[in-house]
T-cell receptor
């Protein structure tokens, strides 16, 4: 199993450009989510999904869109990049049934917006 | 609203000694789960240990144990016999809901950077 994969690993954008961060998991997890990590602020939830066709906003959704057409994929779209979106982005997935259901994280994407 | 607080931005520990990383939480949901993750300098997030709000005993996973004090709303991570490879950032996280009411959402604390000295 590859687990959770993210592409690209690094990206530099200019203000106003759009792009899509890719995330895929091969563990048949119902739950998928996107976080951003900024220094001193831990990880903050951007958007999440509890299954194909179902998405919802997290703590910091502005400027980002998501969709979930399959169980495996959960892309994050930046509509018009701003310097405030410079961050490290993590995708994570987990089961929903059961008790522990720890989240498995991708390796992260380091995004710089100039 | 749920909240996780880690009050120690940085900690030092001597190799082979034990260290406690603090975590307090706030929630009105009687059902919740508490997690600790490790983030080494390479950047990946590694799950360490889980404690459910209804668990009667403190969780243990190898050298990691969770000192769960429900009345105080604290879930401190104890690392015994520290190793140089334990140097990393550590995050405490909470998920509200349990089993059928689980939304999966995690909220994270700000993290504690641990440095192990040889």
């Amino acid at each position: 199993n590859a687990g959770v994969t993210q592409t690209p690993k690094f990206q530099v954008l200019k203000t106003g450009q759009s792009m899509t961060l890719q995330c895929a998991q091969d563990m048949n997890h119902e739950y998928m989510s996107w976080y951003r990590q900024d220094p001193g602020m831990g990880l903050r939830l951007i958007h999440y999904s509890v299954g194909a066709g179902i998405t919802d906003q997290g703590e910091v959704p502005n400027g980002y869109n998501v969709s979930r057409s399959t169980t495996e994929d959960f892309p994050l779209r930046l509509l018009s990049a701003a310097p405030s979106q410079t961050s490290v982005y993590f995708c994570a997935s987990s089961q929903l049934a059961g008790v522990r259901n720890e989240q498995f994280f991708g390796p992260g994407t380091r995004l710089t917006v100039l | 609203a749920q909240k996780i607080t880690q009050t120690q931005p940085g900690m030092f520990v001597q190799e082979k000694e034990a260290v406690t990383l603090d975590c307090t939480y706030d929630t009105s949901d009687p059902s919740y789960g508490l997690f600790w993750y490790k983030q080494p300098s390479s950047g990946e997030m590694i799950f360490l240990i889980y404690q459910g709000s209804y668990d009667q005993q403190n969780a243990t996973e190898g050298r990691y144990s969770l000192n769960f004090q429900k009345a105080r709303k604290s879930a401190n991570l104890v690392i015994s016999a520290s190793q140089l490879g334990d140097s990393a950032m550590y995050f405490c996280a909470m998920r509200e809901g349990h089993r059928s009411s689980n939304t999966g959402k995690l909220i994270f604390g700000q993290g504690t950077t641990l440095q192990v000295k040889p």
